[in-house]
């Protein structure tokens, strides 16, 4: 388009909505409005995929302006050049931003635009009259992506080779880049062919780590850095391989984001922390009681290996194997491993919290001193899961949540409570849905559930998570209404969350029901010392309000 065409935006634009893609889809020769003030679109011919431009995209299209009565008065088809300009900034006229943001790659279409989108009543002489409709035949053949990263200006992404997949880097990973940044009169101040680094401790200057979490791998792109992004008004001396930048320089950088190893935190508190070398496949991970096969070398901060395990060639017989959730590995191994796909490597960093604690212990290699901190190379062969409740008869979900149960009973005793609490909900979801069970089989469901609830009970309050364990007695007496047990540790938990009133009712209903119970009848006795407690509590916070009113 010739430069008299590049102009701003006739006034009074505001009133135009922003509505890219408008109409949603739309059949070849169908016509319709893009927004309020008059402007149409008819389809010629569809375009590829669904990703339609934004502001700030570079485009480039073909075209054919018009006036109503057909005469011509610009092509870029008749000069054989495509035209370029930067979507949303005012280089076109407005009708143009705004139809053909609506556009998707190889897409032709006629736009109708009205003078309050064009000209307007001045027009442009000689070859636009006053308050003129135009039509322009389009063809959008590409468009660059320009993005403004951090919404202020700072930083210009422009997209020069597109990645792979959707994800990107977080800001506790590591990513490997190829980087070269020039001033702006062209003079190469830094580059590498592969640098690594953590993103969220950044690289060179802050506008790397900015720009890498909105990439994907395999992308390149080209920064254009404000110095706030940059190094700022106090600018860098030359030093080594980096050139001098001057204060309050702007810079050009080319980045490659070639890969990234993801870093995770595997716990709340970040004491057990995975770095994946090597993604694994498919999507299942090991749940509990999954039996799992690993390559694996241990070692302390210093480089002192402790345990190594299937590194002897093919020999599947040295492979590490235990399995998930029965306290047969140190606790941060056992929960990296269940978050870990089969074939995944990966580098695991433990907290003595989660390996062997304040006491030394003796590993196959070495010794593990006090309060070491552990490093694992992991990687997960192969797996498999105990089976899930789906997958068996009526008579195998009642022996696994007998025996589940039991697991419970032993990790209870053995003062285990969270582990202990697992396996009982465990029990009783293999058996929750009784629709196929047999009439005795659904008796021996009822205790196993009333067992097991309770069991749970007794670890939540163990855990003092008193809300759950006032659920489960409230699911045990929905069974038996009359179940003493459930009737005390209701109670308990009521005690614990302050609801005193009720927890006497469920006190007083279980000594009806077992006056003899001696740890009921101290439990009541606990109870009435409690609610004094709180009756004398009351008594002086209404003697001092009273006594300020006077």
Not at 402 to 414: D, M, Q, R, T, V
Request: charged content about 35%.
């Amino acid at each position: 388009m010739e430069d008299d065409f590049d102009i701003p935006a006739a006034e009074g634009m505001d009133d135009f909505m922003d509505l890219p893609g408008e109409g949603g889809y739309m059949k070849v020769g169908e016509e319709k409005d893009i927004g309020k003030l008059g402007l149409k679109k008819k389809l010629l011919k569809e375009g590829e995929a669904w990703d339609t431009p934004d502001n700030g995209d570079e485009v480039e299209v073909h075209y054919t302006g018009t006036l109503l009565d057909g005469t011509k008065f610009d092509s870029s088809r008749d000069r054989g050049e495509t035209f370029k300009f930067t979507l949303g900034q005012g280089q076109v006229i407005k009708g143009w931003d705004e139809g053909i943001k609506t556009m998707k790659k190889g897409e032709n279409a006629i736009f109708t635009i009205p003078p309050v989108l064009a000209y307007g009543e001045s027009g442009s002489p000689p070859t636009i009259p006053p308050n003129a409709t135009l039509q322009f035949d389009v063809e959008l053949l590409s468009w660059v992506s320009i993005k403004d990263i951090c919404k202020d200006g700072g930083i210009f992404k422009k997209i020069l080779k597109d990645g792979e997949k959707w994800e990107n880097p977080k800001d506790p990973d590591e990513v490997l880049v190829k980087y070269e940044a020039r001033l702006e009169d062209g003079t190469v101040v830094a580059k590498s062919d592969g640098v690594e680094f953590n993103v969220q401790e950044g690289y060179f200057c802050p506008a790397l780590s900015k720009a890498v979490k909105t990439m994907k791998k395999g992308e390149k792109v080209l920064l254009t850095v404000k110095p706030q992004y940059g190094f700022s008004e106090k600018g860098k001396p030359a030093s080594g391989d980096v050139g001098a930048i001057p204060p309050n320089a702007s810079l050009d950088i080319v980045l490659e984001l070639v890969s990234w190893k993801t870093v995770s935190n595997v716990t709340d508190d970040k004491k057990v922390v995975k770095k994946i070398l090597k993604d694994g496949e498919g999507y299942e991970r090991p749940n509990d009681g999954t039996v799992v096969k690993l390559k694996l070398i241990g070692k302390l901060q210093d480089g002192t290996v402790f345990v190594k395990k299937g590194h002897e060639g093919d020999d599947e017989n040295d492979l590490f194997e235990f399995k998930t959730d029965e306290d047969q590995v140190i606790e941060g191994l056992d929960k990296a491993v269940a978050t870990m796909k089969k074939g995944e490597v990966a580098v695991l960093t433990i907290d003595p919290q989660y390996a062997f604690g304040s006491s030394e212990s003796q590993q196959d290699l070495a010794i593990v001193p006090p309060n070491s901190t552990v490093y694992y190379d992991v990687e997960l062969v192969s797996f498999v899961k105990e089976k899930e409740s789906w997958d068996m008869n009526t008579e195998e979900k009642i022996e696994a949540a007998g025996k589940k149960k039991e697991e419970g009973n032993s990790l209870f005793k053995a003062g285990k409570y969270a582990k202990a609490s697992k396996r009982y909900e465990k029990a009783a979801k293999y058996i929750e849905h009784e629709t196929s069970f047999s009439d005795e089989e659904k008796k021996l469901c009822k205790v196993l559930k009333v067992t097991c609830n309770l069991n749970n009970a007794a670890c939540k309050l163990k855990l003092k998570d008193y809300k759950q364990a006032e659920k489960l007695c409230s699911k045990v007496l929905e069974l038996e209404s009359t179940n003493v047990k459930a009737l005390y540790r209701r109670a308990q938990a009521y005690m614990n969350m302050a609801d005193l009133d009720v927890a006497e009712f469920d006190i007083k209903k279980a000594l009806e029901l077992d006056p003899e119970n001696r740890e009921v009848k101290l439990g009541y006795k606990a109870l009435k010392e409690k609610m004094k407690e709180y009756n004398k509590k009351d008594a002086k916070f209404y003697g001092n309000m009273f006594a300020k009113l006077k």
